[in-house]
């Protein structure tokens, strides 16, 4: 099993330091103003970039440049950075770390701004690690729309919502409300729904670059995923010699649901997993001049991360992670002469390692680590682990 786990994480590694590289039809503006069209790497930024790496062609070297140098670059049909110098209030949104002061702390930085809705009024988002926020252009004037959570009191939370007055006093049209404005909260879909609803009013030709995106046709999927398991199973008794057995290993069937759901960034490369899945293991041993039967069913729930690596347009290379939960199904082990021993498995981890074809078919390595399915028994302890090759189809 260790032999198996290396394996994969030198293929893992290999793989991150070899895997495809994409680039795509962009461009850029230096500080000359001059445009240069281009081939620029997608990374598919879920925090804004400070810098990129472009191709003049498709068989010429890759050249790196920064933020210092650019001032506006795009991928087209997908996504477009302009560079401002701006005031940023980047106060944490954590509770523990509020502070009492309800007005913005402001910064002065020069940041590459996504574009969201470009228009006569134009609705920019800028994001890292520690902060959301969101900008907006009139009249080639950029700032930040204000939210700003602060303490009231000790024990109370109060917000700052000054975004809803700027969009008052700026987006004027008969077609927006004041209702429009008040019932209006700090997220990305309603902020853009207020720009696209403001630019149509206007009669102006806006671009919403959300919706030209090249996004997957689906960012959920449901595999039903059946396959086969080798388990191994061995316990022993704390207090008494001659209480250890080993069960060695049996092959079963198992069947599981998995929902999948791409995560909406870094080129659909990452996903989150959860599969709820029947499998069993019966077999028996001799201990003591008698019989034991193990006899183990249980649904087991992995909830879990998955990262792709793309081959090509329809092949894809995939790891998982993930910790499994488990719903026993009046599980034993069962002796002649002594009490039965009920089953209650603990929590455990599971690492897997596959290829997907066209979103439509799946084979996947899953290794499940050892866990001890009789913990509640003070005197025994098991390790219980198991491998299994699994095969998918996408049947939504």
């Known amino acids: 099993m260790k032999n198996i786990i290396f394996v994969v994480l030198i293929t893992f590694l290999t793989l991150n330091s070899y895997s495809q590289i994409t680039f795509e039809n962009g461009y850029f503006i230096d500080n000359k103003g001059s445009q240069t069209d281009c081939l620029i790497k997608n990374m598919d930024w879920n925090n804004n970039p400070t810098e990129f790496e472009y191709k003049l062609s498709e068989n010429s070297n890759i050249i790196h440049v920064t933020i210092q140098n650019i001032k506006e670059f ?12 701006v005031k940023i209030d980047r106060s944490s949104e954590r509770i523990n770390t509020l502070s009492f002061n309800r007005n913005p702390e402001f910064t ?9 809705i470009a228009g006569n009024a134009t609705l920019y988002q800028y994001r890292d690690k520690n902060a959301d926020r969101y900008f907006y252009n009139m009249d080639n004037y950029t700032e930040q729309l204000i939210f700003k959570s602060y303490k009231k009191t000790d024990t109370q939370v109060a917000q700052n919502k000054k975004y809803k007055q700027q969009l008052f006093l700026s987006l004027k049209c008969d077609d927006i409300s004041m209702d429009d404005i008040n019932g209006l909260e700090y997220y990305k879909k309603e902020l853009m729904n207020l720009f696209i609803k403001y630019n149509k009013c206007k009669q102006d030709d806006f671009v919403n670059f959300e919706q030209t ?7 959920f999927n449901l595999y039903i995923r059946p396959g086969l398991k080798s388990s191994s199973l061995s316990i022993e008794n704390n207090r008494k010699i001659g209480r250890d057995l080993d069960f060695g290993s049996a092959l079963t069937f198992r ?19 959860l599969e709820p899945t029947y499998q069993y293991f019966k077999t028996e041993g001799e201990l003591a001049d008698q019989t034991v039967k193990a006899n183990y069913t249980s649904i087991e729930v992995p909830i879990g991360i998955r990262h792709y690596f793309y081959l090509n347009e329809n092949s894809k290379l995939f790891i998982n992670a993930s910790i499994l939960f488990h719903l026993n199904l009046n599980s034993k082990i069962e002796f002649e002469t002594i009490q039965d021993l009920d089953i209650k498995g603990a929590n455990n981890l599971a690492f897997g390692f596959g290829y997907n074809y066209n979103k439509k078919y799946s084979i996947e390595l899953s290794y499940q680590t050892n866990r001890d399915i009789i913990s509640s028994y003070f005197n025994w302890g098991s390790d219980y682990s198991g491998l299994s090759i699994i095969f998918g189809y996408n049947i939504f």
Request: charged share 30%; proline share 2%.
């Open 74 to 85: 795009g991928i087209l049909n997908y996504s477009k950075y302009e560079r401002f110098t």
């Open 108 to 116: 002065e930085e020069t940041l590459f701004l996504k574009v969201i």
């Open 213 to 219: 995106k090249k996004e997957s046709k689906s960012l």
């Open 255 to 273: 069947i599981g649901l998995e929902a999948e759901y791409i995560m909406p960034f870094n080129k659909n490369k990452w996903a989150l997993i």
